[in-house]
């Protein structure tokens, strides 16, 4: 099972980006799909995340501007960033969290490469 995430860019501040990943591979089931970002020099923090019952969470920082989605039947997840600021500035990581396999296998996560949110002043 993978994580593939795209959507990263440049925009300026008070713009909008999308960010998408899609999972792939033999899967039965994934509880939670969320979003994490690391900026230079600082540890990895959550953005957002929404979980196979409909449940959501975001970060602080991101509530009311960041809207985050997923559909089930295609194994994706997206996050709608408006209104960026510099501060937003990231490499931004998919995370799959309590994937099942067809075969009853479990990973307990799986991370996607990062996509790269830069947002100029």
């Known amino acids: 099972v993978q994580l593939q995430a795209s959507g990263g860019g440049l925009v300026q501040a008070g713009g909008s980006l999308r960010l998408s990943c899609a999972a792939s591979?033999?899967?039965?089931?994934?509880?939670?799909m969320e979003w994490y970002r690391q900026a230079p020099g600082k540890e990895r923090e959550f953005v957002a995340a929404?979980?196979?019952?409909?449940?959501?969470n975001y970060a602080d920082s991101v509530k009311g501007r960041f809207t985050i989605s997923r559909d089930n039947a295609k194994n994706t997840v997206d996050l709608q960033m408006d209104s960026l600021k510099p501060e937003d500035t990231a490499v931004y990581y998919c995370?799959?969290?309590?994937?099942?396999?067809?075969?009853?296998?479990?990973?307990?996560?799986?991370w996607g490469q990062g996509t790269q949110v830069t947002v100029s002043s």
């Open positions: 929404v979980y196979r019952d409909g449940s959501i």
């Open positions: 995370r799959a969290q309590r994937v099942d396999t067809p075969n009853r296998h479990r990973y307990l996560e799986i």
């Open positions: 591979g033999r899967i039965f089931r994934i509880n939670g």
